[in-house]
Protein backbone atom coordinates (compact mmCIF):
# COMPACT_ATOMS: atom_id res chain seq x y z
CA UNK A 1 0.00 0.00 0.00
CA UNK A 2 2.77 2.61 0.95
CA UNK A 3 4.67 1.49 -2.37
CA UNK A 4 1.12 2.22 -4.61
CA UNK A 5 0.64 5.68 -2.73
CA UNK A 6 4.57 7.15 -3.07
CA UNK A 7 4.93 6.13 -6.57
CA UNK A 8 3.48 8.92 -8.21
CA UNK A 9 4.30 11.36 -5.82
CA UNK A 10 7.40 13.03 -7.52
CA UNK A 11 5.22 13.16 -10.83
CA UNK A 12 2.23 15.17 -8.68
CA UNK A 13 5.19 17.65 -7.78
CA UNK A 14 6.17 18.04 -11.27
CA UNK A 15 3.35 18.46 -12.83
CA UNK A 16 0.54 21.03 -14.21
CA UNK A 17 -1.06 23.03 -11.43
CA UNK A 18 -5.14 24.78 -11.80
CA UNK A 19 -3.45 28.20 -12.65
CA UNK A 20 -6.86 29.85 -10.12
CA UNK A 21 -7.33 26.92 -7.49
CA UNK A 22 -3.82 26.51 -6.80
CA UNK A 23 -3.46 29.50 -7.36
CA UNK A 24 -5.61 31.05 -4.47
CA UNK A 25 -4.13 28.95 -2.04
CA UNK A 26 -0.60 29.99 -2.78
CA UNK A 27 -1.76 33.93 -2.69
CA UNK A 28 -4.94 33.92 0.28
CA UNK A 29 -2.58 32.54 2.90
CA UNK A 30 0.28 34.83 1.70
CA UNK A 31 -2.25 37.74 1.91
CA UNK A 32 -3.06 36.97 5.25
CA UNK A 33 0.44 37.58 6.43
CA UNK A 34 -0.06 41.33 5.02
CA UNK A 35 -2.78 42.30 6.80
CA UNK A 36 -5.86 41.51 4.10
CA UNK A 37 -9.31 39.82 5.77
CA UNK A 38 -10.46 36.64 3.68
CA UNK A 39 -13.96 37.91 3.23
CA UNK A 40 -13.77 41.87 3.77
CA UNK A 41 -10.50 42.67 1.86
CA UNK A 42 -10.53 39.65 -1.06
CA UNK A 43 -13.13 36.99 -2.06
CA UNK A 44 -13.25 33.58 -0.64
CA UNK A 45 -16.00 31.15 -0.76
CA UNK A 46 -15.05 28.52 1.97
CA UNK A 47 -14.35 28.30 5.22
CA UNK A 48 -11.30 30.29 6.90
CA UNK A 49 -9.38 27.89 8.78
CA UNK A 50 -7.44 26.64 5.90
CA UNK A 51 -6.08 29.79 5.11
CA UNK A 52 -4.71 30.61 8.34
CA UNK A 53 -3.01 27.01 8.78
CA UNK A 54 -1.35 27.77 5.22
CA UNK A 55 -0.04 31.16 6.46
CA UNK A 56 1.96 29.76 9.63
CA UNK A 57 2.84 26.53 7.26
CA UNK A 58 4.75 28.91 5.05
CA UNK A 59 6.15 31.21 7.74
CA UNK A 60 7.60 27.74 8.69
CA UNK A 61 8.33 26.01 5.44
CA UNK A 62 8.40 28.76 3.32
CA UNK A 63 6.20 30.25 0.53
CA UNK A 64 6.84 27.95 -2.71
CA UNK A 65 4.82 26.07 -4.40
CA UNK A 66 6.82 22.58 -3.14
CA UNK A 67 5.89 23.59 0.28
CA UNK A 68 1.85 24.35 -0.85
CA UNK A 69 2.18 20.65 -2.46
CA UNK A 70 3.78 19.15 0.71
CA UNK A 71 0.94 20.36 2.71
CA UNK A 72 -1.84 19.13 0.14
CA UNK A 73 -0.26 16.06 -0.26
CA UNK A 74 -0.45 15.67 3.82
CA UNK A 75 -4.24 16.41 3.51
CA UNK A 76 -4.14 13.96 1.10
CA UNK A 77 -2.67 11.12 3.38
CA UNK A 78 -4.70 12.73 6.07
CA UNK A 79 -8.09 11.04 4.17
CA UNK A 80 -6.32 7.78 3.00
CA UNK A 81 -4.77 7.04 6.57
CA UNK A 82 -8.10 7.89 8.31
CA UNK A 83 -10.17 5.48 6.13
CA UNK A 84 -7.38 3.09 6.56
CA UNK A 85 -7.79 3.06 10.10
CA UNK A 86 -11.60 2.13 10.00
CA UNK A 87 -11.02 -0.27 7.21
CA UNK A 88 -8.30 -1.90 9.61
CA UNK A 89 -11.01 -3.96 11.91
CA UNK A 90 -11.83 -6.03 8.27
CA UNK A 91 -7.89 -6.67 8.29
CA UNK A 92 -4.80 -5.39 6.62
CA UNK A 93 -6.10 -6.63 3.09
CA UNK A 94 -9.03 -5.31 3.43
CA UNK A 95 -7.89 -1.85 5.06
CA UNK A 96 -5.21 -1.76 1.77
CA UNK A 97 -7.63 -1.91 -0.74
CA UNK A 98 -9.42 0.82 0.89
CA UNK A 99 -6.62 2.75 1.16
CA UNK A 100 -5.62 2.26 -2.64
CA UNK A 101 -8.94 3.12 -3.81
CA UNK A 102 -9.29 6.25 -1.97
CA UNK A 103 -5.70 6.90 -3.63
CA UNK A 104 -6.97 6.43 -7.19
CA UNK A 105 -9.87 8.43 -6.33
CA UNK A 106 -8.14 11.73 -4.75
CA UNK A 107 -4.51 11.85 -5.11
CA UNK A 108 -3.07 11.33 -8.63
CA UNK A 109 -6.83 12.74 -10.16
CA UNK A 110 -6.74 15.77 -8.16
CA UNK A 111 -3.03 16.31 -7.99
CA UNK A 112 -1.64 18.46 -4.94
CA UNK A 113 -3.11 21.59 -4.12
CA UNK A 114 -3.84 22.17 -0.98
CA UNK A 115 -7.36 22.67 -1.06
CA UNK A 116 -9.70 23.16 1.92
CA UNK A 117 -11.79 20.27 0.80
CA UNK A 118 -9.16 18.02 0.96
CA UNK A 119 -8.42 19.07 4.32
CA UNK A 120 -11.88 19.32 5.43
CA UNK A 121 -12.73 16.15 4.50
CA UNK A 122 -9.27 14.48 6.08
CA UNK A 123 -10.33 16.32 9.27
CA UNK A 124 -14.22 14.82 8.87
CA UNK A 125 -13.05 11.54 8.33
CA UNK A 126 -10.89 11.44 11.60
CA UNK A 127 -13.92 13.01 13.20
CA UNK A 128 -15.95 9.92 12.68
CA UNK A 129 -12.81 7.32 13.64
CA UNK A 130 -12.84 9.15 17.04
CA UNK A 131 -16.51 8.85 17.35
CA UNK A 132 -16.49 5.23 16.41
CA UNK A 133 -13.98 4.65 19.01
CA UNK A 134 -16.25 6.21 21.51
CA UNK A 135 -18.90 4.33 20.86
CA UNK A 136 -17.01 1.12 21.59
CA UNK A 137 -14.58 1.93 24.95
CA UNK A 138 -15.39 2.54 28.23
CA UNK A 139 -15.85 5.50 29.99
CA UNK A 140 -12.63 7.17 30.08
CA UNK A 141 -11.29 6.77 26.73
CA UNK A 142 -14.62 7.53 25.53
CA UNK A 143 -14.86 11.03 27.01
CA UNK A 144 -11.49 11.82 25.38
CA UNK A 145 -12.63 10.47 22.13
CA UNK A 146 -15.67 12.31 21.97
CA UNK A 147 -13.69 15.88 22.90
CA UNK A 148 -11.25 15.16 19.90
CA UNK A 149 -14.21 13.76 17.77
CA UNK A 150 -15.55 17.66 18.35
CA UNK A 151 -12.63 19.03 17.91
CA UNK A 152 -11.81 17.90 14.48
CA UNK A 153 -15.72 18.26 13.30
CA UNK A 154 -15.39 21.79 14.36
CA UNK A 155 -11.89 22.16 12.48
CA UNK A 156 -13.53 20.74 9.17
CA UNK A 157 -16.40 23.09 9.02
CA UNK A 158 -13.68 25.38 9.66
CA UNK A 159 -11.89 24.31 6.29
CA UNK A 160 -15.76 23.83 4.43
CA UNK A 161 -19.07 24.59 6.04
CA UNK A 162 -20.77 22.39 3.61
CA UNK A 163 -19.40 19.08 5.17
CA UNK A 164 -21.81 19.96 7.96
CA UNK A 165 -24.54 17.53 6.34
CA UNK A 166 -21.85 14.79 6.41
CA UNK A 167 -20.97 15.83 9.63
CA UNK A 168 -24.54 16.02 11.54
CA UNK A 169 -25.25 12.49 9.65
CA UNK A 170 -22.45 10.72 11.48
CA UNK A 171 -22.69 12.08 14.58
CA UNK A 172 -26.07 12.44 15.14
CA UNK A 173 -26.47 8.48 14.79
CA UNK A 174 -23.64 7.81 16.26
CA UNK A 175 -25.03 10.09 19.79
CA UNK A 176 -28.38 8.48 18.96
CA UNK A 177 -27.24 5.24 19.43
CA UNK A 178 -25.68 6.49 23.22
CA UNK A 179 -28.62 8.49 23.98
CA UNK A 180 -29.03 6.73 27.33
CA UNK A 181 -25.85 8.13 28.51
CA UNK A 182 -26.28 12.13 29.07
CA UNK A 183 -22.96 12.73 29.88
CA UNK A 184 -21.87 11.85 25.78
CA UNK A 185 -22.96 15.14 24.92
CA UNK A 186 -20.34 17.11 27.15
CA UNK A 187 -17.20 16.00 26.05
CA UNK A 188 -18.44 16.46 22.16
CA UNK A 189 -19.76 20.34 22.85
CA UNK A 190 -16.98 20.85 24.58
CA UNK A 191 -14.33 19.66 21.96
CA UNK A 192 -17.19 21.32 19.23
CA UNK A 193 -16.72 24.41 21.04
CA UNK A 194 -12.90 24.75 21.42
CA UNK A 195 -12.60 24.04 18.06
CA UNK A 196 -15.12 26.67 16.49
CA UNK A 197 -13.18 29.23 18.35
CA UNK A 198 -11.34 30.39 15.04
CA UNK A 199 -14.33 30.65 13.22
CA UNK A 200 -15.31 33.17 16.10
CA UNK A 201 -12.08 35.04 15.76
CA UNK A 202 -12.61 35.09 11.68
CA UNK A 203 -16.22 36.66 12.05
CA UNK A 204 -15.05 39.64 14.37
CA UNK A 205 -12.35 40.24 11.74
CA UNK A 206 -13.74 39.94 8.59
CA UNK A 207 -17.72 40.95 10.40
CA UNK A 208 -20.89 38.58 10.12
CA UNK A 209 -22.39 40.30 7.16
CA UNK A 210 -19.28 40.01 5.42
CA UNK A 211 -18.71 36.35 6.23
CA UNK A 212 -22.04 35.51 5.11
CA UNK A 213 -22.11 36.85 2.15
CA UNK A 214 -18.83 35.63 1.00
CA UNK A 215 -19.35 31.68 2.80
CA UNK A 216 -22.84 31.66 1.89
CA UNK A 217 -24.86 33.76 -0.22
CA UNK A 218 -22.20 34.51 -3.15
CA UNK A 219 -21.40 30.33 -2.95
CA UNK A 220 -25.08 29.50 -3.51
CA UNK A 221 -26.74 31.89 -4.57
CA UNK A 222 -24.67 34.25 -7.23
CA UNK A 223 -22.19 31.47 -8.26
CA UNK A 224 -24.25 28.25 -8.53
CA UNK A 225 -26.15 29.07 -11.82
CA UNK A 226 -22.90 29.73 -13.63
CA UNK A 227 -21.33 27.08 -11.86
CA UNK A 228 -23.48 23.85 -11.71
CA UNK A 229 -23.83 21.16 -14.74
CA UNK A 230 -26.64 19.10 -15.64
CA UNK A 231 -27.49 16.14 -14.14
CA UNK A 232 -26.92 13.11 -14.98
CA UNK A 233 -24.48 14.64 -17.15
CA UNK A 234 -24.64 14.93 -20.89
CA UNK A 235 -24.11 10.80 -22.40
CA UNK A 236 -22.44 12.25 -25.66
CA UNK A 237 -20.82 15.70 -24.52
CA UNK A 238 -18.24 16.49 -21.90
CA UNK A 239 -19.88 19.59 -19.82
CA UNK A 240 -17.38 21.11 -17.75
CA UNK A 241 -14.82 23.36 -19.77
CA UNK A 242 -11.75 22.07 -17.90
CA UNK A 243 -12.90 18.75 -18.52
CA UNK A 244 -13.63 18.81 -22.11
CA UNK A 245 -10.09 20.61 -22.12
CA UNK A 246 -8.15 18.03 -20.43
CA UNK A 247 -9.92 15.22 -22.62
CA UNK A 248 -9.34 17.09 -25.65
CA UNK A 249 -7.08 14.90 -28.18
CA UNK A 250 -3.67 16.75 -28.07
CA UNK A 251 -3.91 17.03 -23.92
CA UNK A 252 -5.86 13.66 -22.43
CA UNK A 253 -3.08 11.44 -21.48
CA UNK A 254 -2.35 7.78 -23.08
CA UNK A 255 -4.31 5.10 -22.34
CA UNK A 256 -4.81 1.61 -24.99
CA UNK A 257 -7.02 -0.52 -22.34
CA UNK A 258 -10.29 -0.80 -23.56
CA UNK A 259 -13.07 1.96 -22.58
CA UNK A 260 -16.10 3.30 -22.89
CA UNK A 261 -15.19 7.28 -23.75
CA UNK A 262 -14.91 9.77 -21.66
CA UNK A 263 -18.47 11.32 -21.20
CA UNK A 264 -19.80 7.91 -21.35
CA UNK A 265 -17.35 7.08 -18.25
CA UNK A 266 -19.34 10.88 -16.93
CA UNK A 267 -22.73 9.70 -17.29
CA UNK A 268 -22.38 5.95 -15.96
CA UNK A 269 -20.24 7.16 -12.90
CA UNK A 270 -23.16 9.52 -11.65
CA UNK A 271 -25.54 6.75 -10.95
CA UNK A 272 -22.45 4.83 -9.68
CA UNK A 273 -22.00 7.12 -7.24
CA UNK A 274 -25.41 7.77 -6.34
CA UNK A 275 -25.86 4.22 -5.93
CA UNK A 276 -23.14 3.36 -3.63
CA UNK A 277 -23.32 6.34 -1.82
CA UNK A 278 -26.82 5.62 -1.10
CA UNK A 279 -26.86 1.36 -0.86
CA UNK A 280 -23.49 1.13 1.10
CA UNK A 281 -25.38 2.53 4.66
CA UNK A 282 -28.97 0.79 3.92
CA UNK A 283 -27.02 -2.40 3.35
CA UNK A 284 -24.72 -1.77 6.41
CA UNK A 285 -28.18 -1.01 8.69
CA UNK A 286 -28.97 -4.10 7.31
CA UNK A 287 -26.31 -6.25 8.39
CA UNK A 288 -26.26 -4.18 11.88
CA UNK A 289 -29.57 -5.23 13.03
CA UNK A 290 -28.54 -9.24 13.25
CA UNK A 291 -25.05 -8.45 14.14
CA UNK A 292 -22.83 -10.39 16.44
CA UNK A 293 -19.91 -7.69 16.28
CA UNK A 294 -19.11 -4.04 15.98
CA UNK A 295 -18.17 -3.83 12.26
CA UNK A 296 -21.16 -3.55 11.01
CA UNK A 297 -21.85 0.02 12.94
CA UNK A 298 -18.49 0.84 12.12
CA UNK A 299 -19.74 0.81 8.56
CA UNK A 300 -22.59 2.40 8.92
CA UNK A 301 -21.13 5.29 10.79
CA UNK A 302 -18.77 6.10 8.20
CA UNK A 303 -20.97 5.36 4.98
CA UNK A 304 -23.12 7.81 6.82
CA UNK A 305 -20.70 10.37 5.86
CA UNK A 306 -19.99 9.65 2.64
CA UNK A 307 -23.51 9.69 2.00
CA UNK A 308 -23.65 13.44 3.81
CA UNK A 309 -20.98 14.05 1.08
CA UNK A 310 -23.44 13.13 -2.15
CA UNK A 311 -24.64 16.97 -2.60
CA UNK A 312 -20.59 17.71 -3.73
CA UNK A 313 -20.51 15.23 -6.58
CA UNK A 314 -24.52 15.86 -7.79
CA UNK A 315 -23.88 20.33 -7.72
CA UNK A 316 -21.10 19.84 -10.40
CA UNK A 317 -20.96 16.13 -11.88
CA UNK A 318 -17.95 16.76 -13.41
CA UNK A 319 -14.65 14.31 -12.67
CA UNK A 320 -13.36 15.95 -9.84
CA UNK A 321 -16.70 16.44 -7.88
CA UNK A 322 -17.55 12.91 -8.34
CA UNK A 323 -14.60 11.70 -7.01
CA UNK A 324 -14.76 14.52 -4.21
CA UNK A 325 -18.15 13.38 -3.41
CA UNK A 326 -17.67 9.78 -3.77
CA UNK A 327 -13.98 9.21 -2.30
CA UNK A 328 -15.56 8.16 1.16
CA UNK A 329 -18.57 5.84 -0.06
CA UNK A 330 -15.99 4.06 -2.64
CA UNK A 331 -13.68 3.66 -0.54
CA UNK A 332 -15.55 1.68 2.22
CA UNK A 333 -16.73 -0.62 -0.52
CA UNK A 334 -14.37 -3.26 0.06
CA UNK A 335 -15.47 -3.22 3.76
CA UNK A 336 -18.82 -3.42 2.90
CA UNK A 337 -18.23 -6.75 0.18
CA UNK A 338 -16.23 -8.49 3.23
CA UNK A 339 -18.49 -8.05 5.60
CA UNK A 340 -21.86 -9.85 3.37
CA UNK A 341 -18.98 -12.75 2.02
CA UNK A 342 -18.21 -13.32 5.15
CA UNK A 343 -21.83 -12.73 7.04
CA UNK A 344 -23.35 -14.79 4.12
CA UNK A 345 -21.43 -17.74 2.89
CA UNK A 346 -20.23 -20.35 5.19
CA UNK A 347 -17.35 -21.62 3.04
CA UNK A 348 -14.30 -21.46 4.71
CA UNK A 349 -12.59 -20.76 1.27
CA UNK A 350 -14.85 -18.26 0.29
CA UNK A 351 -14.88 -16.07 3.85
CA UNK A 352 -11.23 -16.33 3.90
CA UNK A 353 -10.72 -14.62 0.65
CA UNK A 354 -12.97 -12.49 1.39
CA UNK A 355 -10.50 -9.17 0.79
CA UNK A 356 -9.56 -10.43 -2.38
CA UNK A 357 -12.84 -10.73 -4.13
CA UNK A 358 -13.18 -7.16 -2.30
CA UNK A 359 -10.33 -6.13 -4.57
CA UNK A 360 -11.51 -7.70 -7.76
CA UNK A 361 -14.64 -6.67 -7.25
CA UNK A 362 -13.62 -2.47 -6.28
CA UNK A 363 -11.08 -2.98 -9.20
CA UNK A 364 -13.20 -3.91 -11.84
CA UNK A 365 -15.71 -1.39 -11.18
CA UNK A 366 -13.45 1.55 -11.61
CA UNK A 367 -11.84 -0.19 -14.13
CA UNK A 368 -15.24 -0.35 -16.05
CA UNK A 369 -16.91 2.92 -15.06
CA UNK A 370 -14.63 5.32 -14.90
CA UNK A 371 -10.82 3.89 -15.57
CA UNK A 372 -9.67 7.73 -17.24
CA UNK A 373 -10.26 9.58 -14.30
CA UNK A 374 -8.61 6.71 -11.99
CA UNK A 375 -5.81 4.66 -13.16
CA UNK A 376 -5.25 6.51 -16.51
CA UNK A 377 -4.44 9.87 -14.12
CA UNK A 378 -2.17 7.29 -11.60
CA UNK A 379 -0.07 6.05 -14.61
CA UNK A 380 0.58 9.84 -15.90
CA UNK A 381 1.89 10.51 -12.58
CA UNK A 382 3.83 7.51 -12.29
CA UNK A 383 5.40 8.18 -15.82
CA UNK A 384 6.23 11.16 -14.89
CA UNK A 385 7.88 10.06 -11.40
CA UNK A 386 9.80 7.03 -13.31
CA UNK A 387 11.28 10.09 -16.14
CA UNK A 388 9.16 8.20 -19.01
CA UNK A 389 7.01 11.30 -19.32
CA UNK A 390 8.02 15.36 -18.68
CA UNK A 391 5.91 17.16 -16.38
CA UNK A 392 4.35 20.29 -16.40
CA UNK A 393 5.81 23.54 -18.34
CA UNK A 394 7.66 25.52 -16.17
CA UNK A 395 7.28 29.34 -15.64
CA UNK A 396 9.29 30.83 -13.28
CA UNK A 397 10.31 34.14 -11.43
CA UNK A 398 13.80 34.13 -9.18
CA UNK A 399 12.94 30.94 -6.88
CA UNK A 400 9.27 30.66 -7.59
CA UNK A 401 7.88 28.41 -10.55
CA UNK A 402 4.58 27.44 -11.79
CA UNK A 403 3.61 24.56 -14.40
CA UNK A 404 1.56 25.25 -17.12
CA UNK A 405 -0.05 22.81 -19.50
CA UNK A 406 1.97 23.52 -22.72
CA UNK A 407 3.99 25.49 -24.42
CA UNK A 408 2.38 28.26 -25.69
CA UNK A 409 1.01 29.02 -22.41
CA UNK A 410 4.47 28.56 -21.06
CA UNK A 411 6.20 30.74 -23.24
CA UNK A 412 3.36 33.64 -23.16
CA UNK A 413 3.05 33.46 -19.75
CA UNK A 414 6.88 33.59 -19.44
CA UNK A 415 7.69 36.61 -21.59
CA UNK A 416 4.83 38.69 -19.78
CA UNK A 417 6.42 37.35 -16.39
CA UNK A 418 9.94 38.98 -17.44
CA UNK A 419 8.48 41.79 -18.62
CA UNK A 420 6.65 42.98 -15.95
CA UNK A 421 9.52 42.26 -13.86
CA UNK A 422 11.66 44.47 -15.52
CA UNK A 423 9.18 47.35 -15.45
CA UNK A 424 7.36 47.23 -12.01
CA UNK A 425 8.22 48.78 -8.96
CA UNK A 426 7.30 47.15 -5.05
CA UNK A 427 4.11 48.21 -4.06
CA UNK A 428 2.56 48.82 -7.34
CA UNK A 429 -0.67 47.32 -7.79
CA UNK A 430 -1.61 44.54 -9.89
CA UNK A 431 -4.86 42.99 -11.38
CA UNK A 432 -5.27 39.76 -13.26
CA UNK A 433 -8.37 38.42 -15.36
CA UNK A 434 -9.76 36.95 -18.52
CA UNK A 435 -9.23 39.20 -21.59
CA UNK A 436 -13.04 40.26 -21.32
CA UNK A 437 -13.78 41.55 -17.95
CA UNK A 438 -17.76 41.26 -18.78
CA UNK A 439 -17.44 37.42 -18.73
CA UNK A 440 -15.05 36.27 -15.55
CA UNK A 441 -15.28 32.40 -15.91
CA UNK A 442 -11.93 31.73 -14.65
CA UNK A 443 -8.62 33.83 -13.34
CA UNK A 444 -5.03 33.12 -13.32
CA UNK A 445 -4.22 33.49 -9.92
CA UNK A 446 -1.02 32.44 -10.00
CA UNK A 447 0.60 35.41 -11.68
CA UNK A 448 -0.20 37.23 -8.05
CA UNK A 449 1.94 34.55 -6.15
CA UNK A 450 5.27 35.18 -8.60
CA UNK A 451 5.03 38.66 -7.95
CA UNK A 452 4.28 39.08 -3.98
CA UNK A 453 6.13 42.70 -4.23
CA UNK A 454 2.84 44.19 -6.10
CA UNK A 455 -0.75 44.38 -4.45
CA UNK A 456 -3.79 42.79 -5.75
CA UNK A 457 -5.79 45.32 -7.28
CA UNK A 458 -8.90 43.35 -6.45
CA UNK A 459 -11.25 42.06 -4.35
CA UNK A 460 -12.01 39.52 -6.97
CA UNK A 461 -8.41 37.56 -6.82
CA UNK A 462 -10.44 34.18 -7.14
CA UNK A 463 -12.97 35.49 -10.10
CA UNK A 464 -16.35 33.28 -10.65
CA UNK A 465 -19.40 34.11 -13.38
CA UNK A 466 -22.34 35.88 -11.20
CA UNK A 467 -19.81 37.51 -9.14
CA UNK A 468 -16.80 39.92 -10.50
CA UNK A 469 -18.79 40.17 -13.97
CA UNK A 470 -22.39 41.38 -12.68
CA UNK A 471 -23.39 44.18 -12.86
CA UNK A 472 -22.95 46.70 -10.27
CA UNK A 473 -20.26 44.93 -8.49
CA UNK A 474 -17.01 46.72 -7.15
CA UNK A 475 -14.32 45.35 -10.09
CA UNK A 476 -14.44 48.42 -12.22
CA UNK A 477 -13.60 50.53 -9.62
CA UNK A 478 -10.66 47.66 -8.65
CA UNK A 479 -9.68 47.95 -12.34
CA UNK A 480 -9.22 51.62 -11.98
CA UNK A 481 -7.38 51.50 -8.76
CA UNK A 482 -4.39 48.93 -10.65
CA UNK A 483 -1.38 49.99 -11.90
CA UNK A 484 -0.71 47.01 -13.94
CA UNK A 485 -2.95 44.33 -15.95
CA UNK A 486 -2.07 40.88 -16.46
CA UNK A 487 -5.21 39.90 -19.42
CA UNK A 488 -5.33 36.48 -20.29
CA UNK A 489 -7.41 34.35 -23.43
CA UNK A 490 -6.16 31.02 -21.98
CA UNK A 491 -9.71 30.65 -21.23
CA UNK A 492 -11.97 32.52 -23.56
CA UNK A 493 -13.54 30.04 -25.11
CA UNK A 494 -14.74 28.82 -22.52
CA UNK A 495 -18.25 27.10 -22.82
CA UNK A 496 -20.67 25.04 -20.33
CA UNK A 497 -24.71 24.89 -20.54
CA UNK A 498 -24.95 27.34 -17.46
CA UNK A 499 -25.13 30.92 -16.93
CA UNK A 500 -20.83 31.45 -17.38
CA UNK A 501 -22.23 31.62 -21.13
CA UNK A 502 -23.71 34.85 -20.53
CA UNK A 503 -21.52 38.40 -21.02
CA UNK A 504 -22.20 40.60 -17.64
CA UNK A 505 -21.12 44.56 -17.01
CA UNK A 506 -19.10 46.21 -19.42
CA UNK A 507 -17.57 48.75 -16.90
CA UNK A 508 -14.65 47.04 -16.59
CA UNK A 509 -13.53 47.30 -20.33
CA UNK A 510 -14.41 50.78 -20.42
CA UNK A 511 -12.01 51.28 -17.92
CA UNK A 512 -9.25 49.76 -19.75
CA UNK A 513 -9.95 51.50 -22.63
CA UNK A 514 -10.09 54.64 -20.92
CA UNK A 515 -7.21 54.51 -18.52
CA UNK A 516 -4.83 51.64 -19.73
CA UNK A 517 -2.24 50.75 -22.39
CA UNK A 518 -0.73 47.78 -23.85
CA UNK A 519 2.65 47.11 -23.13
CA UNK A 520 2.81 43.37 -24.29
CA UNK A 521 1.26 41.49 -26.43
CA UNK A 522 2.41 37.60 -26.48
CA UNK A 523 1.15 35.09 -28.54
CA UNK A 524 -1.18 36.23 -30.42
CA UNK A 525 -2.72 38.02 -27.24
CA UNK A 526 -2.89 34.58 -25.56
CA UNK A 527 -1.37 36.99 -22.65
CA UNK A 528 -1.32 40.57 -22.46
CA UNK A 529 0.30 43.04 -20.23
CA UNK A 530 -1.28 46.51 -19.74
CA UNK A 531 -0.06 49.94 -17.41
CA UNK A 532 -2.15 52.91 -16.46
CA UNK A 533 -1.36 55.61 -18.69
CA UNK A 534 -2.41 59.28 -19.02
CA UNK A 535 -4.24 58.59 -22.33
CA UNK A 536 -5.88 55.34 -23.59
CA UNK A 537 -5.06 53.83 -26.30
CA UNK A 538 -8.71 53.84 -28.12
CA UNK A 539 -9.53 50.74 -28.47
CA UNK A 540 -13.16 50.26 -28.21
CA UNK A 541 -14.57 48.41 -24.68
CA UNK A 542 -15.75 45.40 -26.94
CA UNK A 543 -12.56 45.08 -28.72
CA UNK A 544 -9.98 44.66 -24.69
CA UNK A 545 -7.76 42.41 -25.86
CA UNK A 546 -10.50 40.05 -27.78
CA UNK A 547 -10.95 41.80 -30.51
CA UNK A 548 -14.70 43.08 -31.64
CA UNK A 549 -15.05 39.96 -34.35
CA UNK A 550 -13.27 37.64 -31.99
CA UNK A 551 -15.94 38.18 -29.66
CA UNK A 552 -18.66 37.91 -32.38
CA UNK A 553 -17.56 35.08 -33.35
CA UNK A 554 -17.10 33.83 -29.55
CA UNK A 555 -21.04 34.91 -28.52
CA UNK A 556 -22.28 33.29 -32.00
CA UNK A 557 -20.60 30.14 -31.13
CA UNK A 558 -21.84 30.34 -27.54
CA UNK A 559 -25.70 30.83 -28.63
CA UNK A 560 -25.16 27.71 -31.30
CA UNK A 561 -23.98 25.66 -28.37
CA UNK A 562 -26.53 26.45 -26.05
CA UNK A 563 -28.96 25.21 -28.51
CA UNK A 564 -27.74 22.12 -28.89
Not at 3 to 20: C, E, K, N, Q
Not at 154 to 175: E, I, Q, S, T
Request: hydrophobic share 50%.
Amino acid sequence: MVAVVALPIRGLFLSTGSSMEEGFMLVFPYRLTKGDVPNLDFLHLYGPLSIHVLAGWYKVFGYTLESQRVFGLIQHLGIITGLYCIARAWGHITAAVTAITVTLLVLTPIGLSALAWEGGVALGIWSVVFGLRAMHSDSSVRRNSLALAGLLAAFALGYRPDLVVALVLAHGWMLWRRRETPATWKPLALGLAVGFVPFIVHLAMAGVGNSLQGMFLDPVLHLRPGRELPRPPGFGRIDGALQAVAEGPLDAPWWRFPAINAAHQLFLWFFVVIIIAVGTPVLARRLNRSATTPLPSVLFGISLFGLGMLPQALQRPDSTHLAWGSCVSFAVLPCLVVEVLRRRNRRDRIRRNAPIVAALVVGAVLFVVCPFFTYRYYLLQSRITVGSKPGGFEVHRDDRRFYFGNTALQRASQHAIDDLASKSKPGERLLVGPADLSRTIYSDVVFYYLFPELTPATYFIEMDPGLADREGSRLASDVASADWLILTNFWTGWYEPNASIHFGSEAPNKVVADHFCLVGNYDDALVMLYQRCEKGDGVSPAGIGLGAQRRADLEAEIAKRAKG
